[in-house]
């Protein structure tokens, strides 16, 4: 991960297991090349469903990032399980870790990035596992409003217009 968000990621890990959970990271920096490959391999599996190879593109780029968009390029984000659950899917809502992250995440400077509610915003499906690092102020804010990061953004594009 990024420098900046390093040490709040190691405590609020700390600070969730010390409450008895099991945070897990499975997906951190990705290269351009990781990316592409997870993409391109979406996009397959999206033709293999019978989709022309375009409409395939758009129905993976809700699951996975088009390379050079993805925030896990950036180091700011990363993808964080229960250690007795490894799918990334909607199970993971329901595993006590990520109830754990889900409410506390924003004390440290994290949000949850694409929440349930929020993908006609995002563009992006639900992801329950799916953390992105904005600082603790920002994400006060995010977690205050009840905002997705989009909204937020959105928000102050408004103000200073």
């Not at 959970?21 to 293999?48: E, G, H």
């Not at 809700?62 to 229960?82: C, K, M, N, Y």
Request: one cysteine or more; a negative charge; proline letters at 4%.
């Amino acid at each position: 991960v990024a420098q900046e968000c390093y040490e709040p990621l190691l405590q609020m890990l700390a600070d969730c297991r010390a409450q008895g959970y099991n945070p897990q990271i499975c997906s951190a920096y990705r290269t351009q090349a990781d990316q592409a490959w997870l993409f391109d391999n979406k996009v397959q599996r999206v033709m293999k469903e019978g989709y022309e190879e375009e409409e395939a593109k758009v129905i993976a780029a809700r699951e996975v990032a088009v390379p050079g968009t993805s925030e896990h390029q950036l180091g700011l984000a990363l993808d964080i399980v229960d250690s007795n659950n490894w799918h990334l899917d909607e199970s993971q809502a329901k595993m006590p870790t990520q109830k754990w992250l889900m409410e506390n995440s924003w004390r440290y400077g994290w949000i949850l990035r694409y929440p349930v509610d929020k993908s006609a915003v995002t563009g992006i499906i639900y992801e329950p596992w799916h953390y992105r690092f904005v600082g603790k102020d920002i994400a006060k804010q995010i977690h205050d409003l009840g905002l997705c990061l989009e909204e937020y953004l959105e928000m102050l594009t408004n103000s200073v217009g």
